[in-house]
Structures are given as structure tokens and as C-alpha cells.
């Protein structure tokens, strides 16, 4: 009987002993599994936040590409890139819908905005919470900026030198 004993610790573990260990790892994955899956999806929130203010960025170069002449184009992600206002095509929202974009002018300081809806109410809660630029409304989620002071201080510098050499320029620029 001895030697089955000492056998059987040569041979290898029991079935009972390898089920154990296979139930332990088994457990700890899934206690681990939980986070995993949280850090991934705050990783596309981010993504779907930084393609937002990327797109912000183009949205106001188009912007000030055409405010000098009074008629500013309709825009779209695909006229960005081809304007050269965006390097790249951005990827989809992977939680929602394509962005809309807009640029409202109908104001004394322009807005640029950007929404897109979301497939889930929560998912546009923990959107908005990124940036304090965005709005949430249910499941819509908007960025905007104001032009002429969101868009940083490049802008309002070239405005007050603009003021202070007294040139000729649409304010709305």
C-alpha cells in the first residue's frame, strides 16, 4: 500500500486535487473578469470622448477656414478629412450612433457642436462625465464649444491683437 501512495505522488496529482486547483483558478478569473471587462469599456468611453474634441478642433479650423467669406459650408466628419481639416478618418462611436455635427452661427459667438445617441442611457451618463464640455440629454450626449473662447488661447490672443492693431476683421472669426 506504500508504494501505491508513493506512486501515485510520482505519477501526478488525483482527480480530486485537479479539480480543486481548476475550480480555484476558475474562480479567481471570474472575480477578475468583472474589472477587466470595466477597464475596456472606460477605455472606448475615452476613445469616444477624444475623437469628440479631435473633431471639435477640425470643426473650428473649417470654421475660421470660412468665416471671413459669410457662408460657412455644411460640415461632416468625411469633409474634414478632405478639406485636410482632420487627418484621418475617426472610428465610429462603437456604443452608438455616428456623430452629427454643426456649427451654429446664429449666435454673436458661434458654437460648434457635435452629438451623437447612445445605445444606453448609462453608457451616455459616463460619456458626459468625461468632459466638461458635454451635455447629456437620455441618451444623447453633446460637445460644444464656443468659438471664439473654447476653442483656447490662440484665438483670443489673435483676437485682441487683431483689436489692438484695429484691423478689419469678422469678429465672429
Not at 79 to 93: I, T
Not at 96 to 111: C, N, Q
Not at 152 to 162: D, K, P, V
Request: net charge neutral.
Amino acid at each position: 500500500m506504500k508504494k501505491d501512495n508513493f506512486s501515485r505522488l510520482i505519477a501526478g496529482y488525483s482527480l480530486l486535487e485537479t479539480l480543486s486547483y481548476l475550480a480555484l483558478v476558475a474562480g479567481i478569473g471570474m472575480s477578475v473578469l468583472p474589472e477587466v471587462e470595466q477597464r475596456n469599456f472606460d477605455t472606448r468611453i475615452e476613445g469616444v470622448d477624444a475623437t469628440a474634441n479631435i473633431i471639435l478642433k477640425a470643426m473650428g479650423r473649417h470654421y475660421r477656414r470660412h468665416c471671413a467669406s459669410g457662408v460657412i459650408p455644411a460640415v461632416t466628419v468625411d469633409g474634414l478629412v478632405s478639406q485636410g481639416m482632420l487627418d484621418y478618418l475617426p472610428q465610429a462611436n462603437p456604443i452608438g450612433s455616428a456623430f452629427t455635427l454643426e456649427i451654429d452661427t446664429d449666435r454673436a459667438s458661434p458654437m460648434l457642436r457635435i452629438s451623437s445617441t447612445f445605445n444606453d442611457a448609462r453608457h451616455a451618463a459616463r460619456v458626459s462625465g468625461f468632459n466638461s464640455r458635454a451635455g447629456i440629454s437620455a441618451t444623447n450626449v453633446v460637445w460644444e464649444i464656443n468659438h471664439l473662447i473654447g476653442s483656447g488661447a490662440t484665438n483670443l490672443h489673435t483676437q485682441e491683437a487683431n483689436n489692438m492693431l484695429n484691423t478689419t476683421t469678422n469678429s465672429r472669426c
